[in-house]
């Protein structure tokens, strides 16, 4: 047994003895708790193993002798073996040379990340999610899908309520008034643009108009006014429209609207055609149509 | 073998800054330039609307709107299309902005109108509920200085080539000749709106702020 082992044993020792000083000044029970013993247990083994290692190689730095060929170039007398490349370094860089090669000519090219694609990925899983969940909504379930659209997109200019914020835009809150349903019939209506030529002016006149204003706009409750047929030719005999000829005139039908736009009196609303999906007009709709009793 | 290159310590030093760049140069470059072209169909703002973009500049929208729709689900059910670089290309600066107080810009002229920022300008809080956004009254009554814009598009022109027309030239005489069509495009946006003295004051031959800034606001789409 030389000196230097002497020294390590000492050393580890003294470590341990430390780390148990400190332990038990805390007031910490070793054995009471599995975990607090086997900390001990790894404290002792960290410090066995860093005084052995460290005893190696100071006793290597003591006794060993320098041997093979050096190589000619030299840095202020600092010079270098030329030994062979350690063999666990040669087959990690070929390892890595071969990934490398992979990598730059298919991996990046071909299976790159792409954070669109990423972002089609999801919208596409999204709204198939989406569409499956709400294949057969109720309708409660619709009028709170639309209200939240409506919180977003409609209320800038329909307000909260959906009031129209006195005159901004259309009052959803009520349907035609029998006013509007007048100027209607005097005037005729295409605001849209979406049905063929529109409705033209001059329906109806006089008693049968004001007859034909009070039906729809008190919401087509009471006797039907014989004068109806002239509206019924298009928009059907209960008022609903008829594809690609006229629109529902039972409240609000907001298709047309808002896919496309509308440039009324009271200023040009933009379409949202783009922003809507089917399920979410249908809500849309649903909700827009809860507003006006 | 290789002890030549430990020789050459400058040389190998460059070496494998060339080597270490190579792989960075061919991933990135390409995607970038390739991405910082114009789109196919993208056309550069009228000098209506550059003079707008100067408004805008001015007062300090960029503090509170971005001009950028990320390409998350969240961002484009609210604004539409996600933002690419190609559509920036003609923006000398782009102002794309990092701070949301208020809403994204990128696509407002989708689905927003003249006559609503004319309404929302003058009393936010009345059209927007809560909106904490001040007033920007004095867009009414300011004068946009449109001749500046007209230079802007015309140096943009000669130094990055930015496709506007070759009638697009300096001196006074071009910019007289250009001017009527630019007036014409401010009377289109004051026909919208309801301020009479915005009606009058284009009327007179002058583009109130308002009005460069809403033709600004429309093209973005």
Same mark, same amino acid.
Request: aromatic letters at 16%; charged letters at 20%; a negative charge.
């Given at each position: 047994m030389n000196s230097l082992m002497i020294k390590t044993l000492g050393f580890a020792a003294l470590l341990i003895l430390a780390t148990i000083f400190v332990v038990t000044k805390l007031n $910490?029970? $070793? /054995?009471?708790d599995s975990v607090n013993a086997l900390t001990i247990a790894g404290a002792i083994a960290v410090a066995t193993i860093t005084s052995a290692v460290a005893a190696k190689y100071i006793n290597q730095m003591k006794t060993d002798t320098t041997s093979g060929k050096l190589a000619e170039e030299n840095w202020d007398g600092i010079g270098e073996y030329e030994n062979e490349l350690p063999s666990g370094w040669a087959y990690t860089f070929l390892a890595v040379f071969m990934w490398s090669m992979w990598y730059g000519l298919a991996g990046y090219p071909i299976w790159a990340y792409s954070q669109i694609g990423e972002y089609n990925e999801e919208v596409l899983a999204y709204n198939a999610k989406f569409e499956e969940t709400h294949k057969n909504a109720s309708e409660e379930t619709l009028k709170e899908m639309g209200e939240s659209i409506f919180l977003v997109?409609?209320? !800038?200019?329909?307000?909260a309520t959906g009031d129209g914020l006195s005159g901004r835009a !259309?009052? +959803? &809150?009520?349907?035609?008034s029998k006013e509007e349903v007048l100027n209607i019939i005097k005037n005729?209506?295409?605001? +849209? =643009?979406?049905? %063929?030529? #529109?409705m033209p002016a001059g329906m109806a006149s006089g008693a049968d108009a004001e007859a034909i204003a009070a039906y729809v706009a008190g919401g087509f409750k009471g006797e039907k006014p014989a004068a109806f047929a002239a509206c019924a030719s298009c928009h059907g005999a209960d008022g609903k429209g008829t594809p690609m000829v006229a629109p529902s005139i039972?409240?609000?039908? $907001?298709h047309n609207v808002v896919s496309k736009g509308k440039k009324g009196k009271i200023g040009r609303m933009p379409a949202f055609g783009s922003m809507i999906t089917p399920v979410q007009e249908k809500a849309l709709t649903a909700y827009v149509q809860s507003l006006a009793k | 073998m290789f002890h030549w290159l430990e020789k050459n310590p400058f040389f190998f030093a460059s070496a494998i800054s060339i080597v270490i760049s190579f792989a960075g140069l061919i991933e990135i470059v390409p995607n970038f330039s390739k991405a910082a072209r114009p789109l196919v169909d993208l056309k550069p703002r009228t000098v209506l609307e550059l003079a707008g973009k100067e408004v805008y500049k001015k007062d300090n929208c960029i503090a509170c709107h971005s001009q950028l729709i990320r390409p998350f689900k969240s961002e484009t059910d609210r604004y539409g299309k996600y933002s690419l670089s =190609?559509?920036?290309?003609?923006? @000398? %600066? /782009? +102002?794309? =902005? *990092?701070? @949301? &107080? #208020? %809403?994204? +810009?990128? @696509?407002?002229g989708n689905y927003r109108t003249t006559d609503w920022h004319e309404a929302h300008m003058k009393n936010p809080s009345k059209i927007v %509920? #809560? *909106?904490i956004m001040p007033a920007y009254k004095h867009q009414f009554t300011n004068v946009a200085d449109i001749e500046t814009a007209y230079a802007e598009a015309v140096t943009v022109r000669n130094? /990055?080539? &930015?496709?506007?027309?070759?009638?697009?030239? *300096?001196g006074k005489a071009a910019w007289e000749a250009h001017k009527p069509k630019v007036l014409a495009d401010a009377k289109k946006i004051a026909d919208e709106m309801q301020d009479e003295g915005v009606k009058k004051m284009v009327a007179e031959g002058k583009v109130p702020e308002i009005v460069a800034l809403i033709a600004y606001l429309n093209s973005l789409k």
């Open positions: $910490i029970d $070793i /054995f009471a997109q409609c209320q !800038q200019c329909h307000g !259309q009052d +959803l &809150t009520k349907h035609y005729g209506q295409n605001a +849209l =643009g979406a049905f %063929p030529g #529109g039972h409240g609000y039908d $907001i | =190609g559509e920036y290309a003609y923006d @000398r %600066p /782009f +102002l794309w =902005g *990092s701070k @949301r &107080t #208020g %809403p994204d +810009l990128h @696509r407002v %509920p #809560g *909106s130094v /990055f080539h &930015t496709p506007y027309g070759p009638e697009f030239k *300096s």
